[in-house]
């Protein structure tokens, strides 16, 4: 399957963005959907994550309470609800999926993916 991620861009603080996920060549409902980031010069971040069905959801400890995973498996699209942005959500968003069973450890973990997208820049101005 082939991940295209977009709705990244510039943003007050205090703002929304959602950004979206969508997929190709594939059958979408057979993979469990994440979203990471990763801000200059730090590793990779895990952000949230949710199972094939959509029915469980798992989300990063430094977002959450303001994000929401999403997905619309008819459409192959994924989506990630980012409310009351700071500076220090500036990074590249990256969406990934996978085959396997869903996994709470596998599916916060960067090596827990097969597929990547080839992320979004989110931007948050002070």
């Known amino acids: 399957v082939q991940l295209q991620a977009s709705g990244g861009g510039l943003v007050q603080a205090g703002g929304s963005l959602r950004l979206s996920c969508t997929a190709s060549?594939?059958?979408?409902?057979?993979?469990?959907l994440g979203w990471f980031r990763q801000a200059p010069g730090k590793d990779r971040e895990f952000v949230a994550a949710?199972?094939?069905?959509?029915?469980?959801?798992s989300y990063g400890d430094s977002v959450k309470g303001r994000v929401t995973i999403s997905r619309d498996n008819a459409q192959k699209s994924g989506f990630l609800q980012i409310d009351r942005l700071t500076p220090e959500d500036t990074a590249v968003y990256y969406c990934a999926a996978d085959r396997s069973p869903w996994s709470y450890t596998r599916t916060t973990r960067t090596d827990g993916y097969t597929y990547w997208g080839q992320g979004t820049l989110v931007t948050v101005s002070s």
């Open positions: 949710m199972s094939q069905s959509g029915g469980t959801t």
């Open positions: 060549g594939g059958t979408f409902r057979r993979y469990s």
